[in-house]
């Protein structure tokens, strides 16, 4: 079907999607709505059954409540220091988040939408997961270089286990008994058997390690290397890393397609979303979304997705209008390469003296610019 003319515009539960919406399926996705949330949005879980989303903000402290069929704002509810990760819980109706500076998980009613209770954990959680089967919480403790696993029903502290140095993001595999910690300082995971507690192997990833998805069918987990800009792909079961995969520039986020046919990572240096087949390894296509996008989760009633932006502060919804690979992503190629570095000077930091450019001329040397999040 061909696009319609550019004043076109349509309609899409609720939201304005802009001009020219009836697209061919040479198009990707598209952005149906971006709502201001609060400052520095890590993480967004959603109540299907409310039709809900709960965005994690992390330097306001809060949780953003949006109504997922008006976009509106309903409430924003204090937890604990800057809450990271989250996730929502159908059966005890309740919103968890890793609130980092606090050292805790704040537990939230998702019925009256107030904090019911905080769970103390290890030093500054930062990512979570569930075992729903299980009915237990991961917790990914990164200053405490540990995993914190609770009981979601009793919220009773079942364990804690040794993991690396920045453990963070947490992958469960329910039928092989397996819990994947993914530790962002050392660049490695540790795998943890989920009915003993006991680590049982470890695998070596690339530069700031950040985010997991795991596609249990295939025994295979795709984790986000945000300092390298790659996904790996890892064995579960060899527990070791088959290929590393491109995408975009500084990837922070992950989720697993609905039919598992394809992952989602937010490409925080750049503000897109890649789409990348699990099967053939290929980046089918990046997707705009807000500035710094970070957590991104698949709603199970629409399908779409909804990435949570702290460059923008905002949360992104987004339809994925491919049937299938499309055409792979140009790199993304900077109008300065190949040109000569222009002169500037800093101070060295160690001797208090300026330096200058002209210094290494014609040498080859390396500049490393680290921002942290």
Not at 17 to 37: K, L, S
Not at 47 to 75: H, K, M, N, P, Q
Not at 174 to 185: K, P, T
Not at 264 to 280: I, Q, W
Request: glycine share 12%; with cysteine; hydrophobic share 45%.
């Amino acid at each position: 079907m061909g696009a319609e003319p550019e004043d076109a515009t349509d309609t899409v539960g609720g939201f304005a999607a802009g001009a020219a919406c009836r697209v061919d399926g040479a198009v990707p996705g598209r952005t149906i709505a971006e709502i201001p949330v609060g400052l520095d949005p890590e993480g967004v879980a959603v109540d299907v059954a409310r039709r809900r989303a709960f965005v994690a903000c992390s330097r306001s402290d809060l949780l953003a409540v949006i109504d997922l069929e008006s976009g509106a704002t309903i409430t924003e509810i204090e937890v604990g220091a800057e809450p990271i990760d989250i996730l929502f819980d159908p059966a005890t109706d309740s919103v968890y988040t890793a609130d980092a500076h606090a050292d805790t998980v704040s537990v939230v009613s998702a019925e009256t939408l107030a904090l019911r209770e905080t769970v103390p954990v290890g030093n500054y959680p930062s990512g979570l997961t569930a075992d729903f089967d299980a009915r237990r919480l991961y917790v990914g403790n990164s200053l405490g270089s540990t995993m914190s696993i609770v009981d979601l029903d009793t919220l009773e502290t079942l364990a804690t286990v040794e993991a690396e140095a920045g453990a963070g993001a947490i992958g469960v595999d329910g039928s092989r008994q397996l819990a994947v910690c993914v530790n962002f300082i050392a660049g490695n995971a540790t795998f943890v058997d989920a009915e003993s507690f006991a680590p049982v192997g470890l695998v070596e990833l690339g530069n700031g390690a950040c985010a997991i998805g795991i596609v249990p069918e295939r025994g295979e987990a795709f984790i986000a290397n945000s300092l390298a800009g790659t996904v790996s792909r890892v064995s579960l079961d060899d527990r070791s890393v088959l290929e590393e995969l491109r995408v975009g520039r500084a990837p922070v986020g992950l989720a697993v397609g609905a039919a598992h046919d394809r992952i989602y990572v937010t490409n925080r240096g750049e503000g897109t979303l890649s789409v990348v087949g699990v099967a053939d390894g290929q980046e089918w296509a990046r997707i705009a979304v807000g500035e710094g996008p970070g957590g991104v989760v698949v709603d199970p009633h629409d399908l779409r997705l909804l990435v949570a932006n702290a460059g923008s502060g905002t949360l992104s919804i987004v339809e994925d209008l491919l049937n299938g690979p499309g055409e792979r992503a140009p790199e993304q190629v900077s109008p300065l390469v190949g040109q000569k570095l222009p002169e500037f000077s800093l101070v060295d930091f160690r001797t208090g003296e300026r330096r200058s450019s002209r210094e290494w001329a014609e040498r080859k040397y390396i500049l490393n610019f680290f921002a942290s999040w």
